[in-house]
Structure formats: structure tokens, C-alpha cells
């Protein structure tokens, strides 16, 4: 998987323009996903589209033999913020973050309750920015630490820190029995 | 206990949140019929690279002109985000209007040597008679004058995290003003004033109720004003020249 893309990589900076196609198909769910769960709401297409488009016009900056996804994904990272900083989110709630709904599926389906999902994605909501993105790259979007790091511009210390902050404070929000069990590590 | 199966949950929780599909084919014709004639396989990034945070800039400033009638319009929204600067709607009580003053005093030369980003004078007001720069470097604080005729000019890098949530009454919302080059905020009363830190935690110890200030970006710089009323304000805004480096 690597080499190819490298490969394909390889022939768009030569400008072969199918191969740039390929490269959107190979990506765009997981750039659509990461725009939405970072809070691009409406705009999630939008800028998925602006994202590949400057990374194309990036890709002389794009180091040889990097991963490619993360670097994709902090493009989009960033393209949402510009989204939402521009004020096209006519904020109705004053909701910051629009985490979408768990989806309605069969409870068979789902591996939690729905009154534990319901808790959850509240309680993810209501975290502040910084620890809501840290939660949703290391969970939703099951990127490792490094590549958080990359997606969301932090070093990788920082990325622990508000990590270990986020679940601490995820754990106050949610209604817990007191428990003796020594703290999981994330 | 629940506890520990906290990370799994969420895991779990990810995989069933609800997005759209995307209609990707639709997506890779829309990317492909717009990408630029230009092969970026040379390393001309230099000049790539500045070209977006322009294209965005004008397209800001297009859409808040958009939102402009003759002479201002009032923000109807519940949250706005401006340069760095959050404007909520909520209770405004009475508190302190003076900001404490915890940093050192310092020369326009040592202001800008200790912020990344280059201020912005208004010439309008000459040299200040006071500069500072907050503990973490982010904010450059100038005032002229004293007591009730203080003016106070705060200024960071608005590309950043936010640095100030302003809290204003229902019915007295911020509005758009028009400046020479640009477009900047409003706010007409008395209004909250807290700052954030690089984390996005409110300062509890800075708030404060700042009276009327407007709030105008120059280049990556995001300025707030507060003491002089709107016309001069606006008089001010328009004498500020370009920070940009």
C-alpha cells in the first residue's frame, strides 16, 4: 500500500491528473469523516473539495516517503476551522463541535445501549475544543498518537497531555458507581 | 466498571455515529475539473502557500459584506466568531472595569520583540504611554491617556486560538461596521470581557466589563479597541497601518 502510493504520488507531481483522482477516491471517506467530526456540519463537502485542491497545490511541499493520510487530513483539519471561523455556521444552540447523531440502528446492531451512546456523544459535546479534537482523532477516527500530532498541528506531548485531560473529564461527566479499579489506560 | 471501558466505548460510539455518505465520483470530478494547470511537482511552495489564507481572507471579508446593509447591521446570531475574538449572547453583570495591570511596564521596541507577530499602531494615536505583553506572549496591550479617558488597544495573532469571549445582552448585539479596507465589529454597551488562554480556558481572574470596543483584523493581527466612541473608533481603525510583515 505504501509504495503504490508513493508511486501514485510519484506520477501526479509529473501531471498525470488520473492518478490525482485516485488518490481522492483512495481518501475521501476519511476526509469527509474527519471534516464532519471535526464540526463542519453542512460544509463537510465543501471543504473536502478545498482540502484536496490545496493539497495538490502543496504536494511540492509534501515530503517523499511521509504518510500521505495524516498530512491529507491536516489539510482538512484546517480547511474545517477556516469553515467555521469564516461565521458561515449560523449557530443556533451555541453549540460549538456538531458531532453528528449516533445513527438509529437496530439495538442488536449495536455494541452499546442507546442510553450509553446518548451519554457519551453528549458528554464528547460538551468538552472543550481542543479535548473534543484530541478525542475524536485518537477515537473516532482511530489515528495513532503521531498521527493526531500531524492531523491537529500539536506536538506529540501535547497530544497525551489534553488526551489525559479529555478522558479525566469525560469520566467526571458521566454518571459513574464509585469505582475502585485502577484508571484504564487509554 | 463503565469506567474502564471508556476508550472501547468510544470507539465503539465512532463507528456509529452518523455521517452522510459521500457521493465520491462526484467529488473526484468536482477536485479534477479544478485543479490548476500548474504540475506541482517543482518547489515553488513559497508562493503557493500564501495564496490560500488570502483567497480565505477575501472570501471573509466578501461574505460579511454580504451581510452589510447601509449603514450597519446587526448581528443576529446566538455565538460569532470574529478574528480570535467569541461574542456570545448572555447575562452581563457588573464587575471591575479596569484590567488588572500584572505585567511590567515596557518600550514599543521590547512589546514587540516578546510577540510573534507584528503590531499595529494606528497613527492616529501616537506613542503609547503604556505597553504590555501578556505572561504567555500572545497579547500586546497598549492604552493612552489615563483614568476614564484611557484608551486601550489589545492586539494578537488572529489565525490562532481565540483570546477574548465577549458577552453581550440579547438586545444589544454587536454589528458590523464598515472601515476603509475592511469590515470590523461593533459593540455599543458595556459588555463582559474575559480572556481565554491557549487552551481555550477562560481566565476567571480577567473578567471584566469593557466598555464600547470595536474589534477590526489587520492582516493576521486582530485588534480590540476600547474608550473612544464609534466615530472616532472608526477614525482610529482607518489610521492603522498594515502589521503585515
Not at chain 1, 54 to 62: D, E, G, N
Not at chain 1, 93 to 98: H, L, M, P, S
Not at chain 1, 101 to 125: H, I, K, M, Y
Not at chain 2, 189 to 199: E, G, N, Q, T
Amino acid at each position: 500500500m505504501e509504495a503504490a502510493e508513493r508511486g501514485t504520488i510519484a506520477r501526479v507531481r509529473a501531471g498525470d491528473r488520473d492518478a490525482y483522482a485516485d488518490l481522492v477516491r483512495r481518501h475521501a471517506a476519511d476526509a469527509h469523516r474527519t471534516a464532519v467530526f471535526l464540526g463542519a456540519g453542512a460544509d463537510a463537502e465543501d471543504v473536502v473539495q478545498n482540502a484536496f485542491l490545496k493539497a495538490y497545490r502543496a504536494l511540492s511541499t509534501f515530503r517523499d516517503g511521509a504518510a500521505f493520510r495524516p498530512w491529507l487530513l491536516s489539510i482538512v483539519a484546517n480547511e474545517t476551522k477556516n469553515a467555521v471561523r469564516a461565521g458561515k455556521r449560523r449557530r443556533v444552540d451555541g453549540e460549538a463541535g456538531d458531532l453528528p447523531d449516533p445513527a438509529a440502528t437496530d439495538p442488536a446492531g449495536s455494541v452499546l445501549s442507546a442510553e450509553r451512546r446518548t451519554e457519551l456523544v453528549d458528554a464528547v459535546r460538551g468538552l472543550p475544543d481542543k479535548q473534543r479534537r484530541v478525542i475524536v482523532c485518537r477515537y473516532f477516527l482511530e489515528l495513532d498518537e503521531q498521527e493526531t500530532a500531524t492531523v491537529l498541528g500539536w506536538p506529540r506531548g501535547t497530544v497525551k497531555s489534553r488526551l489525559h485531560r479529555a478522558l479525566r473529564r469525560l469520566r467526571a461527566l458521566l454518571v459513574e458507581p464509585p469505582s475502585s479499579t485502577p484508571e484504564a489506560t487509554p | 466498571m463503565t469506567n474502564d471501558r471508556l476508550p472501547d466505548d468510544l470507539r465503539a460510539l465512532g463507528r456509529e455515529l452518523d455521517v452522510r455518505p459521500l457521493d465520491e465520483e462526484a467529488l473526484v470530478t468536482r477536485v479534477v475539473s479544478r485543479l490548476p494547470a500548474q504540475v506541482p511537482s517543482a518547489r515553488t511552495a513559497g508562493v503557493l502557500r500564501r495564496r490560500p489564507s488570502v483567497v480565505i481572507a477575501i472570501g471573509i471579508a466578501v461574505l460579511l459584506a454580504l451581510a452589510l446593509t447601509p449603514p450597519v447591521r446587526a448581528v443576529v446570531t446566538s455565538w460569532l466568531e470574529y478574528g480570535g475574538v467569541l461574542v456570545r449572547t448572555g447575562p452581563v453583570s457588573e464587575s471591575p472595569t479596569q484590567p488588572p495591570s500584572d505585567q511590567p511596564g515596557l518600550t514599543l521596541a521590547e512589546g514587540r520583540e516578546l510577540v510573534e507577530f507584528t503590531p499595529v499602531v494606528p497613527e492616529r494615536l501616537g506613542a503609547p504611554r503604556r505597553v504590555e505583553v501578556s505572561a504567555d506572549r500572545r497579547l500586546l496591550s497598549m492604552t493612552w491617556g489615563s483614568g476614564e479617558n484611557t484608551v486601550r488597544l489589545d492586539q494578537f495573532d488572529g489565525r490562532l486560538d481565540p483570546m477574548f469571549i465577549k458577552t453581550v445582552a440579547r438586545d444589544d448585539p454587536a454589528a458590523y461596521v464598515g472601515l476603509a479596507n475592511s469590515t470590523g465589529l461593533w459593540l455599543s454597551s458595556p459588555h463582559a470581557l474575559v480572556l481565554l488562554d491557549a487552551d481555550g480556558t477562560e481566565r476567571t481572574e480577567s473578567a471584566r466589563t469593557a466598555g464600547p470596543t470595536l474589534v477590526w483584523q489587520v492582516g493576521a493581527v486582530t485588534l480590540r479597541l476600547e474608550g473612544p466612541g464609534k466615530r472616532e473608533a472608526i477614525a482610529i481603525a482607518n489610521s492603522a497601518s498594515s502589521g503585515t510583515r
